[in-house]
């Protein structure tokens, strides 16, 4: 194996403490070479990378910036999501096997401990491998990587908003794999559609509420 440049070590650690939203607001990089030990090119390069991702924004003759999701985006991510999941689940339906239902029913149940342990930074990456079985299912690289792309925007929401929204999406979650491994088509996307509005109006509730 490759050993990992310094650019991507620096990247990785300032991307997962962004996650855990150890930064915010202005983010001085010289700090953060100092804070990991290192040079200050592989964390520029680190913060290249990062912006391009969309995590952190770039202020001319300023620096960079942690970026946080707006209500209006948060809409956004589910608009996408509602398209890419329920197009792929309606093409891909009547083809899905029992591995990829044993890999949902795996993912859920790792999702619950995770939460019950507290760690929702691995409880949000665990519920977004649970609905991207179906995508990597289907085979579509492009529209894969959009709806991962996409559902990564989730770590730069504030913790308690996900925390607050997702009890009641673990139990959608229960009654979802049912109707999937029932082979109930019909009722298995309603579920679906229904459950991406609820987890979005939850999400949205959340957010205003860390607001006020």
């Not at 908003?161 to 229960?174: C, G, I, L, R, W």
């Amino acid at each position: 194996m490759a050993k990992k440049t310094l650019s991507q070590e620096a990247y990785e650690q300032i991307k997962q403490n962004l996650e855990e939203g150890l930064y915010q607001g202005y983010i001085n990089g010289r700090q953060v070479a100092r804070d990991l030990n290192i040079g200050f090119t592989p964390v520029r390069e680190a913060f290249l990378q990062l912006q391009s991702e969309g995590l952190i924004r770039k202020v001319d003759n300023v620096g960079y910036f942690v970026n946080r999701v707006e209500l209006e985006e948060l809409i956004q991510i589910f608009q996408v999501r509602e398209c890419i999941e329920m197009y792929v689940w309606n093409q891909t339906f009547d083809k899905i096997t029992e591995v990829e239902i044993a890999k949902m029913k795996a993912l859920h149940e790792q999702e619950k401990e995770l939460f019950r342990q507290g760690i929702l930074k691995e409880y949000t990456k665990t519920d977004i491998k649970l609905h991207g079985v179906i995508l990597d299912f289907f085979g579509n690289a492009d529209l894969s990587n959009l709806y991962y792309n996409v559902r990564q925007r989730y770590m730069l929401c504030p913790v308690k908003t996900v925390k607050q929204a997702s009890v009641a999406a673990m139990e959608e979650h229960d009654q979802w794999i049912a109707y999937v491994e029932a082979r109930d088509r019909e009722k298995a996307l309603n579920y679906l559609q229904q459950h991406i509005n609820h987890t979005k109006n939850r999400m949205k509730e959340g957010f205003i509420t860390f607001l006020e």
